[in-house]
């Protein structure tokens, strides 16, 4: 059994659905497909989700009607005779605009969005499944909200591994096809509400069906060549590197490179399952392969940039020594309101920490401030050099609007202004 994902970005468009469908029957193994949302659905459906909970349904329904015209634009194009995916897509599509009618309580934001957002995935799954079933791929569409059995910490939900375990492997033996397609970052509680698996999250969901079902491997399909030495939107200069360590994979996901989500490649560690990161453009092409083999580093330096960061400085207010004895409470406010710390840096009166800028970052300077000296700097990003070398930590580190640097023997972090 393989696992194979594609991204929202390799499934944007009818020609992406065509390739899949290539890439799919040309794997003579027994396979689940993992599909993300469309393209920018998953954004757009944030979007609705932010009118219906200001209680501006019409506006959500009109929203909503945008993102059917982009699945039926795409629809259209691929299929001779759309009707059968079409009354599929359109029983989805009613039973959002039903919700977004409701008159329910509109309060629990992270529920509501779990409900509402997971129709990106449910529709991206219908159309691929009914696509590859017209070019002949017989399969098996999952439901992936009864199969991932998670807790119910909404939009950042935890799989249960023993249930999952048992669900998708009843549902995997049930099925004759070779085939099998299911949704990225989508799951349910034990009592049947939907939830998703925190953003970009359909990474971690291949991971985890791999890891349950024992896979011999799994690859995810990017439009990329594979993982390079940085993000090519960012940077001119990128390499490709074909072998990677889980460690120096996690490192890298953890520092925010946007190619692999960083929950990602725990799960296949554990059970030695390689992770393949492929060019959906050029399936000839290998790509890159993570794996317990590699002993020796990338060789070259890795950068990641994380942008929308934010650099707090906590100190307490009666200026004693004592900041360690209250890194507890500290940290506790972090992890109530959710908030990432990416980076962390004491001395002795003065706690920095570099976080995702977030919609609950003033809360947590408010609940921080009664006790603390709290002041910030938005703007600002992260760079992560991994493997560094002492040209590339000069040029990057020494520059100007460095605000702060951090550095262990092989990894260096910059902290500085976006607008550098
Ligand atoms: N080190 C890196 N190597 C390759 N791609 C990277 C790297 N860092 C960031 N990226 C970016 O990750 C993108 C692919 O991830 P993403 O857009 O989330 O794909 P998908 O939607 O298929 O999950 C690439 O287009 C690239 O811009
Ligand atoms: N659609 C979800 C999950 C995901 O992982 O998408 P992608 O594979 O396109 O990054 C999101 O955009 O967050």
Redesign the pocket.
């Known amino acids: 059994m393989k696992i194979y994902k594609f ?4 499934v944007r468009s009818a020609e992406g659905v065509e390739n899949l469908a290539r890439i799919v029957a040309a794997e003579p193994a027994r396979l689940l497909v993992i599909v ?1 949302a469309m393209g920018k659905t998953t954004n757009a459906l944030e979007e609705v989700l932010d009118r219906f909970m200001r209680n501006r349904s019409d506006e959500a329904i009109e929203r909503f009607a945008e993102i059917e015209r982009y699945h039926r634009q795409i629809v259209r194009s691929l299929f001779a005779d759309p009707s059968s995916v079409e009354a599929r897509t359109e029983k989805l599509a009613s039973e959002v605009r039903e919700l977004l009618r409701s008159e329910t309580c509109r309060e629990d934001y992270d529920r509501w969005y779990d409900r509402i957002v997971s129709y990106g995935e449910l529709l991206s799954t219908v159309i691929v499944s009914e696509y590859l079933a017209a070019q002949g791929t017989p399969n098996r569409w999952l439901d992936m909200r009864g199969l991932f059995v998670t807790d119910s910490r909404y939009r950042e939900a935890t799989i249960n591994v023993d249930r999952s375990a048992r669900a998708l492997r009843r549902a995997v033996d049930a099925a004759p096809e070779r085939v099998l397609v299911g949704q990225g970052f989508i799951g349910a509680t034990p009592a049947g509400r939907p939830t998703t698996l925190g953003r ?1 999250g ?2 971690y969901s291949a991971a985890m069906a791999g890891y349950l079902l024992d896979a011999g491997s799994v690859t995810i399909w ?3 060549d594979g ?2 030495s ?4 960012l940077f001119a200069d990128t390499m490709l590197i074909p072998e990677l360590s889980y460690l120096d994979a996690i490192e ?1 996901a953890y520092a925010g ?3 692999i989500h960083p929950k990602t490649i725990k799960p296949l560690q554990n059970k030695n399952i390689p992770l393949y990161v492929r060019p959906f453009g050029d399936p000839t092409k290998p790509g890159s392969v993570i794996c317990a083999s590699p002993p020796v580093p990338p060789g070259v330096p ?1 950068r ?1 940039l994380k942008g929308r960061q934010v650099l707090i400085s906590i100190r307490p207010k009666d200026f004693s020594f004592v900041l360690e004895e209250r890194l507890a409470d500290i940290f506790s406010v972090f992890g109530q309101y959710r908030q990432k710390i990416n980076l962390i840096q004491s001395s002795a009166v003065n706690l920095s920490l570099c976080v995702d800028d977030s919609r609950y970052l003033e809360r947590v300077v408010d609940a921080l401030q009664t006790e603390f000296r709290v002041v910030y700097n938005r703007d600002m990003e992260l760079l992560t050099i991994r493997g560094y070398d002492q040209i590339t930590y000069d040029r990057y580190a020494e520059a100007e609007g460095v605000f702060l640097v951090q550095k262990t023997r092989r990894t260096a972090r910059i902290v500085r202004s976006a607008s550098h």
């Open positions: 991204g929202g970005a390799s993300s970009e359909s990474d990017k439009d990329v993982i390079l940085a993000d090519p939107r890298l490179a946007q190619v890795v990641i």
